[in-house]
């Protein structure tokens, strides 16, 4: 089966446009959290309220983090490093910084390492 011409004209420049986004630029917005993988079976449920309630925010070079039950943080961010869809930011705040890191999943999710082999899955605000 042969490709069309006109659907090649029309497919490439989106794929340029999705493709030429920055990290930096693909981060932006508000992430909700979703669901959290290698939680212990008897904290799932406990684990899950919490993450249903974390969110992270960036806009522009600024990041919030949003954690039930504490006051959100915020700082500047910076990318620190980029391998294929991992990425590693780096944050200050006040009174320090810090370094956390990132993976885009196919699906349009974003997986944040919180550590421990555990990640939470975020999800865009729409």
């Known amino acids: 089966m042969r490709k069309s011409p006109v659907f090649l004209a029309l497919a490439l420049p989106l794929c340029l446009v999705a493709c030429s986004k920055s990290p ?68 200050n705040r006040e009174g320090g910084a810090d370094s956390t890191t990132l993976v885009f999943a196919d699906d349009g999710s974003l997986q944040w390492d919180v550590g421990e082999g555990r990640f939470i899955t975020m999800t865009r605000l729409k």
Do not use: H, Y
Request: cysteine-free; charged content about 30%; hydrophobic content about 35%.
């Open 24 to 91: 930096k630029d693909r981060l932006q917005g508000k992430w909700l959290g979703d669901s959290i993988n290698n939680a212990e079976p008897e904290q799932t449920a406990d684990v899950t309220a919490w993450v249903k309630g974390t969110s992270l925010e960036f806009k522009g070079e600024r990041m919030t983090v949003t954690i039930p039950a504490e006051q959100p943080r915020s700082g500047e961010f910076k990318v620190a490093k980029v391998d294929g869809k991992k990425v590693v930011l780096a944050v």
